[in-house]
C-alpha cells in the first residue's frame, strides 16, 4: 500500500542553523509534493508546492528538492529562527484527482535559542 | 477577515447524538475539502465538492453527509456518533481542483466523543 513516512517525529535545531526534513514515500509516484506547516490548534498552511519534473524550489529562507529516483524530498529552512518551530508535513499527490492526496504524519521542528 | 471560518471550533458531545459542522470560504474557491486528522496526526481526505457538486467522496461511513448550499459554504452532518468518530476535522479550499492547487485550511474543528 501507498506510505509515506517523515523522518523523524521531532527534531530540535539551534537557532542560526539550517534545518532540514525528509518525506520518503514507497508504492506510490507522485505527480506533485507539497509542503505545509501547521502549529499547534491551526490549520496547515500551504508553503511550497514542487512538481516531478522539478528537482529543485526556493521561496525565500525554504527550499524543497524532489528525487523521484530516491522516492525522496527534503525541506531546508535555512538561517532557522524560534518562530520557525512548528510542525511540517508533505502531501503527495497525482493526476488532477484530489483523492490521490495523501498527507504524512509530519515532523516537529523546535528551534532553540 | 478569516479566509476559511468553520464552526464550532470545540464539540463534546455523546455517543449516538446527531451534529453538524458549519464551513465558509471567503476566497472565492470553486473547490472545496473536509478532511479529518486522527490522534496520529494523519490528514485523510473526506470529501470534495466543486462548484456544489461532490467529486471525491472517499471510503466514508454514510452517516457522514456533507451539503453544500453554495460554492462558498460546505457544512458536514454527521449521524449517530461513535467513539472513533472523535478527531479534528479540517475543511479546505483551493481555487481548482487538483493537487497543484495550494488548499487553504480552516482551524478545524476538535471533536470529542463521550
Known amino acids: 500500500s501507498q506510505k509515506i513516512e517523515q523522518n523523524s517525529e521531532a527534531l530540535n535545531i539551534q537557532e542560526g542553523k539550517t534545518a532540514t526534513l525528509t518525506c520518503n514515500y514507497t508504492n506510490y509516484s507522485p505527480a506533485y509534493l507539497q509542503w505545509y506547516r501547521q502549529d499547534p490548534g491551526r490549520g496547515p498552511v500551504f508553503l511550497l508546492l514542487i512538481r516531478e519534473n522539478e528537482k529543485e524550489k526556493r521561496k525565500e529562507r525554504l527550499k524543497v528538492t524532489f528525487d523521484t529516483t530516491l522516492k525522496q524530498s527534503l525541506f531546508h529552512i535555512t538561517a532557522s529562527q524560534p518562530a520557525d518551530s512548528a510542525t511540517y508535513l508533505c502531501?503527495?499527490?497525482?493526476?488532477?484527482?484530489?483523492?490521490?492526496?495523501?498527507f504524512g504524519s509530519g515532523t516537529r521542528l523546535s528551534i532553540r535559542p | 477577515d478569516t479566509a476559511v471560518s468553520q464552526t464550532p471550533k470545540y464539540l463534546v458531545t455523546q455517543m449516538g447524538n446527531d451534529k453538524s459542522i458549519k464551513c465558509e470560504q471567503n476566497?472565492?474557491?470553486?473547490?472545496m475539502y473536509w478532511y479529518k486528522q486522527d490522534s496520529k496526526k494523519f490528514l485523510k481526505i473526506m470529501f470534495s465538492?466543486?462548484?456544489?457538486?461532490?467529486?471525491i467522496n472517499e471510503t466514508v461511513p454514510n452517516r457522514f453527509s456533507p451539503k453544500s448550499p453554495d460554492k462558498a459554504h460546505l457544512n458536514l452532518h454527521i449521524n449517530s456518533l461513535e467513539l472513533g468518530d472523535s478527531a479534528v476535522y479540517f475543511c479546505?479550499?483551493?481555487?481548482?481542483?487538483?493537487?497543484?492547487?495550494?488548499?487553504?485550511f480552516g482551524d478545524g474543528t476538535r471533536l470529542s466523543i463521550l
Open positions: 502531501a503527495l499527490g497525482r493526476g488532477s484527482s484530489a483523492s490521490k492526496i495523501i
Open positions: 465538492y466543486n462548484n456544489k457538486e461532490l467529486i
Open positions: 476566497l472565492g474557491h470553486d473547490t
Open positions: 479546505a479550499s483551493s481555487p481548482a481542483q487538483g493537487l497543484d492547487q495550494p488548499q487553504h
